[in-house]
């Protein structure tokens, strides 16, 4: 039973194990020791390993969540419980992009095919897509622009940030080409680990496997969008826990979110207050202000893949903490006594007769 009404949470976030937690409600954002939301599980061997997308268009309020079965659920946030999916074969690979479109599901894997499937219980026989295409192998992540859902964005490994509609997928609006050799003159791998679109610009921005962030832009005004609260700079995180935004402007690092002690596998700022929510391999749910300052974290037990945010909730934006453990045990070893180095005994001296 949740420990609070599914409505009023401000964050979804996936796990490793399937669970799909909630985190906020009544008491503040991101209260409680389960996120005030508790934690949801279907079928331990159906659900293990999740990711979560926005399925605002299933009657009401709600959370796509897939599974590495490739079944897709839709778990409804205003009934507290699964109402809907179904399956999503096809393709090699976990998925790594899940949308919404009108009444249909959006879904992509690894192996690079984006499919957009009809309404249909997952317990049933499954259907042919509606419409696909093949976005190349090799794929890390795909995405929708907010402001435009048949237009989406996919990028991978040694497979470049491409812009498709899926209208009319027969050939990408937009296709980047690889940057200039480096200093030696050796051609710079492509890995596109991630991307988003851009507030109220025509640009998308990705963030690559060897730590380069890259700002692109399409001729005809094929890209927009919105993601933040974050002017001309965007966040970024990386899989030795290093999370930074960056000014894209000038291309330099303004500040670092502290407080990280594992790879960070999702994060999105709020679209309209100054806040970063992210999660990852340590397990916990953190909030930063985009001051850097760290204002709540949760600990959710299990190694956390992807989150969402509720954006259609009121915030309340939380006061920084004065001082925030990284470690769950610290407490403890505070309170334990400090015990005075012993001080290195004198040299006997020793006489040979």
């Given at each position: 039973k949740m420990a609070a009404p599914t409505r009023l949470c401000h964050v979804w976030v996936?796990?490793?194990?399937?669970?799909?937690?909630?985190?906020?409600?009544?008491?503040?954002?991101?209260?409680?020791?389960?996120?005030?939301?508790?934690?949801?599980?279907?079928?331990?061997?159906?659900?293990?390993?999740?990711?979560?997308?926005?399925?605002?268009?299933?009657?009401?309020?709600?959370v796509l969540v897939g599974a590495?079965?490739?079944?897709?659920?839709?778990?409804s946030t205003e009934k507290g419980k699964f109402t809907g999916g179904r399956l999503c074969p096809g393709g090699d690979g976990a998925f790594c992009g899940l949308g919404v479109l009108g009444?249909?599901?959006?879904?992509?894997?690894?192996?690079?095919?984006?499919?957009?499937?009809g309404e249909q219980e997952a317990e049933e026989v499954s259907e042919g897509p509606l419409q696909e295409l093949q976005a190349g192998p090799g794929l890390c992540r795909m995405r929708q622009d907010p402001a435009r859902p048949h237009v989406v964005a996919t990028g991978g490994k040694e497979n470049g940030l491409k812009v498709w509609d899926l209208q009319q997928p027969q050939e990408p609006l937009f296709r980047s080409?690889?940057?200039?050799?480096?200093?030696?003159?050796?051609?710079?791998?492509?890995?596109?680990?991630?991307?988003?679109f851009l507030p109220g610009s025509q640009r998308i921005v990705?963030?690559?496997?060897?730590?380069?962030?890259r700002g692109w832009g399409a001729p005809g005004?094929?890209?927009?969008?919105?993601?933040?609260?974050?002017?001309?700079?965007?966040?970024?995180?990386?899989?030795?826990?290093?999370?930074?935004?960056?000014?894209?402007?000038?291309?330099?690092?303004?500040?670092?979110?502290?407080?990280?002690?594992?790879?960070?596998?999702?994060?999105?700022?709020?679209?309209?207050?100054?806040?970063?929510?992210?999660?990852?391999?340590?397990?916990?749910?953190?909030?930063?202000?985009?001051?850097?300052?760290?204002?709540?974290k949760v600990y959710l037990k299990s190694r956390l893949t992807c989150l969402l945010l509720?954006?259609?909730?009121?915030?309340?934006?939380?006061?920084?903490?004065?001082?925030?453990?990284?470690?769950e045990g610290d407490e403890l070893w505070d309170a334990l006594e400090s015990i005075p180095t012993p001080r290195?005994?004198?040299k006997r001296k020793i006489s040979v007769v």
């Open positions: 996936g796990a490793e194990t399937g669970a799909l937690k909630g985190g906020g409600g009544p008491g503040g954002v991101l209260g409680g020791s389960e996120g005030s939301g508790g934690a949801l599980r279907g079928d331990p061997g159906r659900f293990r390993g999740s990711s979560v997308g926005p399925g605002g268009a299933f009657g009401g309020p709600g590495l079965d490739r079944s897709v659920s839709v778990f009444s249909s599901v959006v879904t992509a894997v690894e192996s690079g095919l984006v499919r957009v499937w080409k690889n940057v200039r050799n480096d200093w030696l003159d050796l051609r710079v791998p492509v890995w596109d680990r991630d991307l988003q990705t963030c690559t496997g060897h730590g380069q962030v005004g094929h890209l927009g969008g919105t993601w933040g609260h974050l002017g001309g700079s965007v966040v970024v995180g990386s899989a030795r826990g290093d999370v930074a935004v960056i000014d894209l402007r000038k291309g330099r690092v303004l500040r670092a979110l502290k407080g990280f002690a594992g790879g960070v596998r999702g994060l999105q700022c709020h679209p309209h207050l100054p806040l970063v929510a992210s999660v990852g391999l340590d397990r916990f749910l953190r909030l930063h202000g985009l001051d850097g300052r760290l204002r709540h509720n954006s259609q909730l009121d915030w309340e934006e939380p006061p920084p903490q004065k001082e925030v453990k990284d470690e290195k005994g004198k």
